[in-house]
């Protein structure tokens, strides 16, 4: 029976550098296979869904402005995603990968959280359409 | 011109707004020493003053059923209490501001009033929280307060008098450390159970009973409860250093010396587990004050005869 | 004794009263019985020592059958016994209570009650435990016919059992203890009576955390469902994905291969080292020995790192994937979990020194709260809480799965019951799995890492008993041959070794219940609900609701 067992650790560590990390100051770099944000690669999609499909969370819409074309828009939401790596896995193109390096969230503005992954003219066409209010019929 | 330079000593210097800001320097020392012994950062040095300051801007939240004279009157009195015992105890480096023959005894009672204070506050605020903390406070002080006051009592025997700036002159040469070494370590251990430090904190632990005694405290209350505790904290490390560590030398030794306690203080915060009250009380009435009775029976055998 | 000859013995016993044996797994029979004949039944696998009570699983069969079945499930070594009961669907069925022939059985009965709602009769307690107070009478979640709109909560309802309440001035007391409170990392609600510092009556509530997993993984493919039950825990996850895959894996008849078993083992090896590392710093906290808490963190980042490095997340991993696992080790990686691993052996080490001799530790956990093994034995505990006790219900090793029979584990148990006995057994623990660990990075078997699985899951039922960190892990899984799961049913550890803690607590003090909740390392799943004194005689319970409305006019009248 003694008493004081973990002196040794508690004076050493007067002389020992402390262990916290001063984030965002400090930062250490993400090991490779780190599940941070979805990045999608629009030319090699076929636009088959199975992403779509197993998302846990529904954070993936992939919207087909053409099929044949191959012209596909991934809508992704950042705040829904819980980074399991389903739709990756089931890829069989590898136009998926989920990013090491991109994986800090905050934000002040929810808009940042749904991103659009696309050509750049497809992104442009899709947002054209969904903010455009609806024709008026023409005045003959 | 007495009464001017008694209002600026009891206000200014060294009792009163520098008293409470060298109260916190040292609070902010003993964190940063437990934070650096579990190899964590520890707060920047104005973190007791922010906390202080930030409570005072607070609500202050009063719990329906109690007694509001009570309420906001024993945090005052509590600071008024650790404020009031400074003027007889050589803080600073400094002989005491006044003195009289038998101020020790009126010094402890001073120290005991904060934790009659909490405790009084706890059973006001009748919370069941509250309750345990302030039963639990009040044991606590039935345990430590007699070795305390005996361990206190072994310089005052050698130098055979109750007044303190006496005893600190009989101090000053003798290192009474070497002479009474168990009385010093009992007032020392004795200090940490009525500062309410661990392994001692059974009446604030926070996983059994939240905060204790102070649970339904909030806002201004609360700050002076706990600027009650560093006043606490530095007038006991400067009353056992200067009857233990040869008396009263400058302000320069007063800060070596006190800063030394500090850090045995803080090293034994961090290597023992919390006590229960039951084990707290064992403790100090089977060792502590068996212990300091056997010193005292030493010095008075010796004293007699030498006499 | 082979698994035939259990289960033989168990229909044997169970011969007077059966009226339909099944066979749904090579190690699992299925009695059909009557509710009148439950009683009967039990104290026959009972007084037989055959097994013991792992779980209690309430089913609706589906409106056109309009049948309820209830299934008891006793498990002895690997073979598991399962009685069947089925009730007409009706608002007004009951089945006797077993809880005074076998205690757990009373928390398993009351989910029973409030999911399906069947009434237990002759049952101690009758008040809510996961459901809030403010449910509507009546309406019974895991029912096929529940939508959720029936689940709006109903004003002004009040507790159903009102605990007694001490005045100021009596000597008697209740302490309530959660949900808000430091000692808890995770809400729930105990009332402990206490008379001065002893405690003297001992009541408890849970459902804070209820999430209703259960009921959402009938609406999810097998796929998503595989990371929703990864979430039911945060530090047990990946056993909870690894019986999942089990389950669905048995089901299907596809067995991962040898590669991604190993990997599951290294995982789930690495996770309990996160845990127990975890919950000592946990138990160290409640006694007050801060320092060992901050160490103990310390050295589990390095165990959270190497799980990052391996399979990408740090909690949550996501390693696993029906048919096999999703990432592999590398040279390197093997190589940076040896030296880990060898860094967090020298660690657990000192720990276990220090929990075994360090005198004021010691003074706060040597025979506090011990259990005998025959009381083990009553209350059905789990885990390394039984293991402490002597008792050995360790699932790797009395039914093996996966490829702990490739790499076998033994179970560290030890006499003494008190709460040092549970940190060493759990510190013991860990050596155990790091050799284990070794020994699978030294000879991980080549091969692929995910066998073909169907998207249609064929019908069945599989039961799936994984070793979490805290104890017997039991999932049943059932399918009716669609992309979707007709019925999951979790019984996490931690419910069963609740009782433990309520006896155990009255007699003790105050300040030991902390340590006594921490020792069985409790993982809670709750809902939301508080008890407020308005003065010293009246009480009332107020739920979430109601408190947010209070804290609204308050602010407004000011």
């Known amino acids: ?140 | 011109m007495n009464t001017l330079t008694s209002l600026f000593t009891m206000l200014f210097f060294p009792a009163g707004i520098s008293l409470i800001l060298v109260g916190m320097f040292y609070e902010w020392i003993d964190r940063k020493l437990v934070a650096r012994f579990q190899n964590r950062i520890g707060p920047r040095w104005f973190q007791p003053l922010a906390d202080a300051v930030k409570l005072f801007a607070k609500e202050q939240i009063k719990p329906g059923i109690v007694n509001p004279f009570l309420f906001f009157g024993l945090p005052v009195t509590a600071l008024a209490g650790a404020l009031t015992a400074a003027l007889y105890v050589p803080i600073m480096g400094l002989n005491p501001a006044s003195s009289f023959d038998g101020d020790l005894i009126v010094t402890i009672y001073l120290l005991s009033l904060p934790t009659m204070c909490v405790g009084l506050a706890g059973w006001n605020t009748s919370g069941r929280f509250s309750l345990i903390g302030a039963t639990r406070s009040l044991t606590q002080l039935f345990a430590y307060e007699a070795p305390f006051l005996l361990a206190m009592l072994g310089p005052a025997l050698a130098a055979g008098s109750w007044q303190i700036s006496t005893i600190t002159e009989y101090t000053e040469g003798h290192w009474l450390i070497l002479t009474q070494p168990i009385g010093f370590l009992v007032a020392l251990i004795g200090l940490m159970g009525k500062l309410e430090l661990p392994p001692f904190d059974a009446p604030e632990a926070e996983t059994e009973i939240v905060a204790g005694a102070l649970t339904e405290y909030s806002g201004r209350g609360l700050a002076m409860f706990k600027i009650g505790k560093y006043v606490e904290l530095i007038i006991g490390l400067s009353l056992i250093s200067a009857f233990y560590l040869d008396g009263v030398n400058g302000i320069l030794e007063f800060l070596l010396k006190t800063l030394a306690l500090l850090f045995i203080m803080s090293m034994l915060q961090v290597t023992l587990t919390r006590l229960r009250i039951d084990q707290t009380v064992g403790l100090w009435w089977r060792f502590g004050a068996i212990l300091v009775l056997i010193q005292l029976l030493v010095m008075i055998l010796l004293k007699g005869w030498a006499a | 004794m082979s698994i035939e000859e259990r289960l033989s013995q168990a229909e044997k016993l169970l011969a007077p009263w059966n009226k339909e044996t099944l066979h749904p797994e090579s190690n699992r029979v299925d009695v059909v019985i009557s509710g009148e004949d439950l009683r009967l039944a039990v104290a026959a696998l009972q007084d037989a020592h055959w097994g013991y009570l792992s779980a209690i699983t309430g089913m609706d069969l589906g409106v056109e059958s309009g049948q309820l079945e209830a299934l008891y499930h006793f498990c002895n070594g690997p073979a598991v016994t399962s009685l069947r009961v089925r009730l007409p669907r009706s608002n007004d069925i009951s089945i006797a209570s077993i809880s005074d022939l076998i205690p757990p059985a009373a928390l398993f009965e009351r989910e029973l009650h409030e999911m399906l709602g069947i009434t237990i009769t002759g049952a101690a307690l009758s008040d809510r435990l996961f459901l809030p107070d403010d449910w509507p009478d009546d309406v019974y979640p895991m029912r096929a016919n529940f939508t959720t709109d029936q689940a709006a909560p109903v004003q002004g309802r009040h507790a159903d059992e009102a605990p007694e309440q001490g005045v100021v001035g009596g000597n008697t007391f209740v302490i309530p203890i959660g949900p808000q409170h430091p000692a808890l990392k995770e809400p729930g609600h105990f009332e402990f009576t206490v008379d001065g510092e002893i405690v003297t009556a001992a009541r408890m509530r849970l459902g804070y955390a209820h999430r209703g997993i259960e009921k959402a993984a009938e609406s999810r493919n097998w796929y998503q469902n595989l990371y929703l039950f990864e979430r039911v825990c945060g530090i047990c996850s990946h056993t909870h994905s690894m019986a999942y895959c089990l389950g669905v894996e048995k089901l299907a008849q596809v067995e991962a291969p040898p590669r991604a078993q190993a990997i599951r083992e290294l995982v789930a090896g690495l996770e309990r080292v996160h845990s127990h590392l975890l919950w000592l710093g946990v138990a160290a906290h409640e006694a007050g020995f801060d320092t060992l808490f901050m160490y103990s963190w310390r050295d589990r980042e390095t165990v959270m790192n190497l799980l990052e490095q391996v399979t990408g997340n740090r909690v949550n991993y996501s390693a696993n994937l029906l048919g096999g696992v999703k990432c592999d080790i590398t040279l390197e990686q093997a190589h940076a979990i040896k030296e880990g691993l060898n860094y967090l052996e020298t660690r657990i080490r000192h720990y276990l020194e220090v929990v075994t001799t360090d005198a004021m530790f010691l003074s706060r956990t040597r025979n506090i709260g011990t259990i005998t093994k025959e009381e083990a034995e009553r209350f059905g505990l789990l885990g390394p809480t039984a293991r402490a006790s002597g008792l050995v219900r360790d699932v790797r090793v009395e039914a093996v799965y996966g490829s702990y029979k490739n790499f076998p584990v033994s179970a560290v148990t030890e006499t003494n019951g008190d709460l040092e006995a549970r940190c060493v057994v759990r510190l013991k623990e860990l050596l155990v799995s790091c050799f284990a660990m070794r020994t699978i990075l030294d000879n991980l078997p080549e091969g692929p890492l995910t066998a073909r699985m169907p998207r249609k899951i064929p019908a069945g039922e599989a039961v799936a008993r994984i070793e979490a960190p805290r104890g017997e892990l039991f999932y049943f899984v059932k399918s009716n041959g669609g992309e979707t799961p007709a019925r999951v049913h979790v019984r996490t550890p931690s419910l069963c070794n609740w009782v433990s803690v309520l006896e155990k607590a009255v007699g003790r003090q105050l300040a030991d219940v902390p340590m006594l909740l921490a020792g069985m390392d409790p993982c809670f799943s709750c809902n939301d609900r508080l008890v407020t004194v308005a003065n010293n005689d009246q009480h009332e319970t107020w739920s979430w609701s109601r408190l947010r409305e209070y804290g609204i006019e308050y602010y407004k009248n000011r």
């Open chain 1, 1 to 140: 029976m003694k008493i004081g067992t973990m002196f040794k650790d508690v004076f050493a560590s007067l002389f020992k550098k402390n262990s916290t990390q001063l984030y965002p100051f400090e930062q250490t770099p993400t090991p490779e296979r780190f599940r941070g944000n979805l990045h999608y690669n629009p030319s090699v999609c076929t636009g088959c869904c199975l992403c779509v499909k197993d998302c846990p969370a529904k954070a993936i819409e992939l919207v087909t402005l053409d099929r044949a074309a191959k012209r596909f828009v991934l809508k992704y939401h950042m705040d829904r995603c819980v980074y399991c790596g389903q739709c990756v896995v089931n890829c069989r193109f590898k136009c998926m990968g989920m990013s090491n390096t991109d994986w800090e969230h905050a934000s002040l503005n929810k808009k940042e959280f749904t991103v659009y992954y696309g050509k750049e003219e497809d992104i442009e066409t899709l947002l054209a359409n969904l903010t455009a209010p609806d024709p008026k019929p023409t005045q003959e």
